[in-house]
């Protein structure tokens, strides 16, 4: 039996997103192709006598303990278990706030996981079902899988095929993104998706059909905050990056490179031509 654990709460990129339409319950359908990073936030949970939650890290100043995703996620726990779960449980905090990184969904699922294999908890069928409550990414955070996603987030399906697994250079102006204002902006105009097919990912042309598509949301992120718009014109045009986006709801942006000298000197350039933003070279992963 286990007393402790500690787990890598991954960042996710969304390689492309497409709002399908708006729900009559305000949601939004959506369609994307999603993966994780080899960084993130780090978990650690250890069973206790009594709860206690603390945040440390690069990005923990602007957290709070009481009203955040993993205390409602253990909460979450106890109401299915009917049982209360006695921790201690400390959040390294590097992923950038509000960023379209994913790092509070990340941070609830990796927390449930933890939980699960601490306390050796069985689920059934609708467990999974019920994580959409917490929020949109958490299912998809919870497999640790690249998956191509669709509805409102709950429809993950993983990739019978890996993504290759490209260097990447993550620049965040550290500005923190209202999602909900970004939606409210967005105009939906009722478009078809052309039919994700597993084949394209170890195709030749997987870089093509990446930028045969867009994340939906970037347009409307820009008008909230206009540095994003710099820093993918800077990645596209002064960098040699195979593709650069916008991942989420922003405000990071992504490029990605062939090799590591290439991501290096990306880097470099950034740093020198944006000295007060965040960066960070990592790599795709498709599992945890």
């Not at 993130?40 to 939650?53: L, M, T």
């Not at 905090?93 to 790092?103: D, E």
């Not at 030749?204 to 994003?228: G, H, R, T």
Request: proline residues 2%; aromatic residues 10%; hydrophobic residues 40%.
């Amino acid at each position: 039996m286990i007393n402790e654990i500690k787990m890598l709460s991954p960042a996710k990129l969304n390689l492309y997103l497409e709002v399908i339409n708006r729900t009559s319950d305000g949601f939004h359908n959506l369609k994307s192709l999603m993966c994780f990073c080899d960084f993130g936030d780090i978990i650690q949970i250890r069973k206790a006598r009594n709860f206690s939650f603390s945040i440390n890290g690069p990005f923990s100043e602007n957290l709070e303990k009481n009203n955040n995703i993993i205390t409602s996620s253990v909460l979450f726990i106890e109401n299915l278990i009917k049982k209360k779960i006695e921790v201690e449980i400390s959040l390294t905090k590097n992923i950038p706030i509000a960023s379209g990184m994913g790092g509070g969904s990340s941070n609830a699922a990796t927390t449930i996981i933890c939980l699960k294999k601490l306390f050796n908890l069985k689920f059934d069928t609708y467990f999974l079902s019920s994580l959409f409550k917490l929020g949109a990414d958490i299912p998809f955070c919870y497999y640790r899988e690249s998956a191509f996603v669709e509805g409102k987030g709950e429809k993950v399906k993983l990739l019978k095929k890996k993504i290759p697994e490209f260097l990447i250079l993550l620049v965040n102006p550290r500005k923190e993104i209202s999602t909900k204002l970004i939606f409210s902006k967005l105009k939906i105009n009722g478009k078809k998706s052309s039919k994700f097919d597993n084949k394209l990912i170890d195709s030749s042309n997987f870089i093509d059909f990446l930028k045969s598509k867009n994340n939906d949301l970037e347009y409307p992120a820009m008008s909230q905050c206009n540095e994003i718009k710099s820093i993918i014109d800077f990645l596209d045009k002064e960098t040699k990056s195979f593709l650069c986006r916008m991942t989420g709801s922003g405000a990071t942006c992504f490029g990605i490179y062939e090799n590591k000298e290439d991501l290096v000197l990306a880097e470099k350039l950034i740093n020198r031509n944006f000295k007060d933003f965040w960066t960070k070279k990592t790599r795709i992963v498709n599992k945890i």
